[in-house]
């Protein structure tokens, strides 16, 4: 009798442990957003431009996820097992296209009422005044030129005295 009741005790502790262990197991961590073409992270559909087609690379207590943002802008990866990115981790989001790019981080949140992660990340590519590059090239241009007519002009005008 006591063998039955230990069986029966033992049977009953794994039916009870297997949802709790297979919701541990199968439990996943969403981390999500958008890629827009602003230098504000807080993407949206009334602030810059989605990028789509942009290389998006996640890491995650030292794991690694890759994927393509939609037409829309939006990426989204997902650490399964949960333990890979746990609750509270730190992620990192880097994305990339052409020759712009940009990253954002934060920590994860797996809360019952949060679904998943989300992690904005803005990518551009502008350097301080980007006219002023090719405005200081023409002016150099220019000036060189001139100098170079003034230049020769007074050799020649030397050279007929």
Do not use: H, Y
């Given at each position: 009798m006591k063998r039955i009741l230990l069986s029966l005790s033992g049977f009953l502790a794994i039916f009870i442990m297997f949802p709790a262990l297979a919701s541990a197991i199968s439990s996943e961590t969403i981390i999500a957003g958008n890629v827009c073409n602003t230098p504000i992270t807080d993407c949206g559909p009334s602030i810059g431009t989605p990028v789509s087609g942009a290389n998006v690379t996640v890491t995650c207590d030292g794991n690694q996820l890759t994927t393509a943002t939609t037409g829309a802008g939006a990426y989204g990866v997902q650490f399964i097992p949960a333990s890979l990115c746990p609750d509270g981790a730190n992620a990192t989001v880097a994305a990339s296209?052409?020759?712009?790019?940009?990253?954002?981080?934060?920590?994860?949140?797996?809360?019952?009422?949060?679904?998943?992660?989300?992690?904005?990340?803005?990518?551009?590519?502008?350097?301080?005044?980007?006219?002023?590059?090719?405005?200081?090239?023409?002016?150099?241009?220019?000036?060189?030129?001139?100098s170079f007519m003034v230049i020769r002009r007074r050799k020649l005008s030397e050279s007929k005295k």
């Open positions: 296209k052409g020759s712009e790019n940009g990253s954002n981080s934060g920590t994860v949140n797996n809360a019952v009422n949060s679904d998943e992660t989300l992690l904005n990340v803005a990518i551009v590519n502008v350097s301080l005044v980007p006219e002023l590059g090719l405005l200081t090239g023409i002016v150099a241009v220019i000036v060189a030129g001139g």
